[in-house]
């Protein structure tokens, strides 16, 4: 028996109304054209970020005059020979480059063990622990954790006045390099998990058991299965934490307290204490310069890890 009108969920109508109108609109032998459409806003995103960066090649091309804080309308290379060869950049690029280097390699030791974990354990609480423990951090954010920091390692702090107890006087454990570092660490680590976790979960769990029946002992499986088949996360989280960290702000202007200065804190000193705008952004293109190459160098290396990971055509 076939159904009114009246029967016809007033829900559908509404839809089959909008799909008229859409039809209307956008015609069928426009669905070639609608991928480009939806890639369109990305694209203007992209546009605007090379207008940015044109504009700061140009800033970048022009000194300051220091007796009427302007910038100077003819063009010049004297930034960039500045930038090379002024100790001060120099000492800042390396601490920036070997400490986004020591993070990178620490925070992987230390995520792969966890995301191990999280997608290989059997108990559903205990994953669900992993990830909460995982995904906290977000909500809190970086400066705040950065505070927290201080709170526990001052030299008033929880740990100090734990090692008080034990009659240990106060030591410095803020303002300097490893505090930096530890700050990082602790702040890319759930980045790193994330980026681990999908290709941990690709890896089929028979090709363990595989290797366990045939004999081999887990760090044989770890060494010649395990981490081979990861090396995919392993580039993609690398690659991930180190360009975080080459160009961190926040953590070495707090933990650092100023004297363990990254390129973006230079950069930024540059912009808004100095007012030198083209020493800026000279400062912000060799950033982008550096981060490049090494990106490069790691590609060649080692691929392009889960950036260049596709589906399998069946």
Known sequence: MRKTQSAYPLAWRMMDGLERVAA????????RALPYLMLLPALLLVGVLVLGLIEIGDTSLRTLDTSTFLMSETYTLANYQRALTESFFATVAGRSLMGSVIVTIVTLVFAFPYAYLMVRTQSSA??????????????????????????????????????????????????????????????MLPFAVLMLAPALTAIPEELESAAASLGAGWVRTFRYIVLPLARPGLVGAGLVVMTLSLTDFAIPAILGGGSQDFIANAI????????????????????????????????????AGTLAMTGEKK
């Open 24 to 31: 209307a609109l956008w015609p069928a032998r426009f669905g």
């Open 126 to 187: 205990l994953r669900k622990l992993l990830l909460v423990a995982l995904f906290l951090p977000f909500f809190i954010g970086q400066v705040v954790r950065a505070y927290g920091w201080l709170i526990i390692l001052g030299n008033q702090g929880m740990v100090n006045e734990a090692l008080g107890l034990v009659g240990v006087p106060p030591v410095r454990l803020l303002y300097n390099y490893p505090a930096v570092l530890f700050g990082l660490v602790q702040y």
């Open 268 to 303: 930024y000193d540059q912009f808004f204490r100095t007012s030198d705008q083209g020493m800026g952004a000279t400062l912000s293109l060799l950033l982008v310069a550096v981060g490049s190459m090494l990106v490069g160098v790691v590609f060649l290396l080692f691929g």
